[in-house]
């Protein structure tokens, strides 16, 4: 079983012919072994499975890949290309963490000090728990009990600013001990993004220009949707699983998941973390990049660092994967520095990491002989460390617990009653529900469908996700998808 980056899928391949105009002409010819996945794209397009597909690869500096399928736009017939701006979902977290690098190569950040050194303009309520223990590094990987939150702020529903002020706002606090686990956190990165901006004193946007997207040449790179260009055509459209076109929103935070590229410039975005010397460094100097990719020691994610998964091969070669999964959009971009390789893959379309991850690791086995089987045997050996278990009775758990969650308007009462490998959820005032707690990474984990609480809760969903340490629990996190309206 894979770690939670997504999942390997296997696809049939078949031989197609894809009408004119539906697949931009590339830029070279593609390898003979990458032909197999070139005519899997274009079938998939030509069927209709994906609305495009961008594509890009390049070794040591040159290019052996870059063409895009389908449509930006279908209802406009606006082909795709390998400049068109797609949104990228949790890609935006390990470019968030490259602006803390700079950072700190510029002497303004110690990932050893305290968050709250950094963060200035926002407050964590860390229950109570020494505020001094949860560092900057602990932040950057997603192990200083921040809870996993985001929201889609929908361009025609209210002001952009006071959603993302809002979200900042109501939803910082620490409900872990620091290092104590990893929790996947879009809200981690949202509150590294207001650091960026609190230490340099530039909006984020403007720093991110300036310092990260400038020296890199990446021209098209855009940390909100306000910076769209008004040209249309630039943009891929996002789509939804079923289809649909789907509605233009802010993902906030956008540190976490909200930026949007290109094929192009993410193709430079990765040059800069191949760990060479001379013109990839033209962000972070090598030793820099070194370090960002660097697993530390001591916390609960071994091939997690600063936003990107590192996965190490039997022969010491490393992957680096930062990847995103929102709706409308999926990305992927493998760095593999020990041979030089770029890749990165983009879709318009509601189809999770499992399409793109497996394209992107495709191509790199297509190049390098051995990687897939290495790659697929690495999944197998560190897959049960990932892999959710049914929680046995614990008496730390066992008996009633009582707390609260906290929207605009009150504070609603939740009760949860432990009684051997089951748990009761009470909500407010609704009927209870029993649930069937899984250990996953060492937290504890259950879900519950509570008709009626999405909205008391004004979140998009009924369904609750609950999460506790996995020993001696002390705090709750209740987890939804808050809609903004």
């Known amino acids: 079983m894979r770690p939670k980056f997504g999942s390997l899928i296997l696809f049939f391949l078949a031989f197609v012919l894809v009408p004119p105009g539906l697949a931009q002409k590339p830029s070279r010819e593609a390898k003979p072994d990458l032909g197999p996945i070139r005519t899997e794209l274009q079938k998939k397009v030509n069927d209709g499975t994906l609305p495009s597909v961008s594509i890009g690869v390049t070794r040591n500096g040159k290019t052996l890949w870059l063409e895009s399928f389908g449509y930006a736009d279908i209802g406009r017939k606006v082909p795709a290309t390998p400049d068109t701006i797609y949104a990228l979902g949790s890609l935006s977290k390990s470019i968030t963490a ?36 949860y560092k900057v590094f602990h932040l950057l990987n997603m192990a200083a009990g921040i809870p996993h939150y985001w929201r889609y702020c929908y361009t025609n529903s209210g002001p952009l600013d006071k959603c993302r002020d809002e979200l900042l706002g109501r939803a910082t606090f620490s409900a872990f001990s620091a ?22 004193g530039q909006p984020l946007s403007s720093y991110m220009r300036t310092k990260i997207f400038g020296p890199a040449g990446m021209k098209n790179t855009i940390t909100h949707v306000s910076g769209l260009p008004a040209y249309r055509a630039a943009i891929a459209r996002p789509y939804r699983a079923d289809g649909r076109l789907a509605d233009q929103f802010q993902f906030e935070p956008a540190g976490g998941g909200g930026y949007f590229s290109t094929v192009n410039d993410l193709l430079k975005y ?31 994610h071994e091939l997690y660092a600063n936003g990107w998964g590192v996965l190490l091969l039997s022969d010491g070669r490393r992957t680096l994967l930062s990847n995103g999964a929102i709706e409308g959009a999926a990305s992927t971009l493998l760095v593999l520095p020990d041979s030089g390789i770029v890749i990165v893959v983009l879709i318009n379309k509601s189809v999770g990491n499992d399409v793109s991850d497996d394209i992107a690791f495709r191509i790199a086995g297509a190049l390098l002989p051995g990687y897939k089987k290495d790659l697929d045997s690495l999944f197998e050996r560190v897959g049960p460390s990932f892999a959710s278990s049914e929680l046995d009775a614990d ?8 707390g609260y969650v906290a929207n605009a308007e009150r504070r609603i009462p939740i009760e949860l009653n432990f009684n051997g490998k089951t748990v009761t959820i009470k909500v407010d005032t609704f009927e209870p529900v029993t649930a069937t707690p899984m250990r996953e990474q060492g937290v504890i984990t259950f879900s519950a ?37």
Not at 101 to 120: A, E, N, S
Not at 395 to 402: I, K, N, R
């Open 98 to 133: 490259t602006a803390v690098f700079k950072l700190v190569q510029d002497g303004k950040i110690d990932l050893d000090q305290p968050i709250g050194r950094y963060l200035t303009s926002v407050k964590i309520d860390h229950r109570g728990r020494d505020p001094d223990s």
């Open 449 to 485: 469908d509570i008709i009626g609480a999405g909205k008391l809760l004004r979140a998009s969903t009924d369904k609750l996700t609950f999460q506790l340490p996995g020993r001696k629990a002390r705090s709750l996190l209740v987890r939804s998808r808050p809609r903004y309206s």
């Open 395 to 402: 008496s730390s758990l066992e008996g009633p617990w009582a």
């Open 270 to 300: 990765g040059s800069m973390h191949l760990e060479t010397r001379g013109k990839s460094e033209s962000v972070l100097k090598y030793a820099m990049q070194k370090e960002i990719h660097r697993v530390r020691e001591g916390l609960p």
């Open 179 to 200: 290092g104590a686990v990893h929790t996947y956190s879009n809200l981690s990165y949202g509150l590294a993004a207001q650091m960026v901006a609190d230490v340099s």
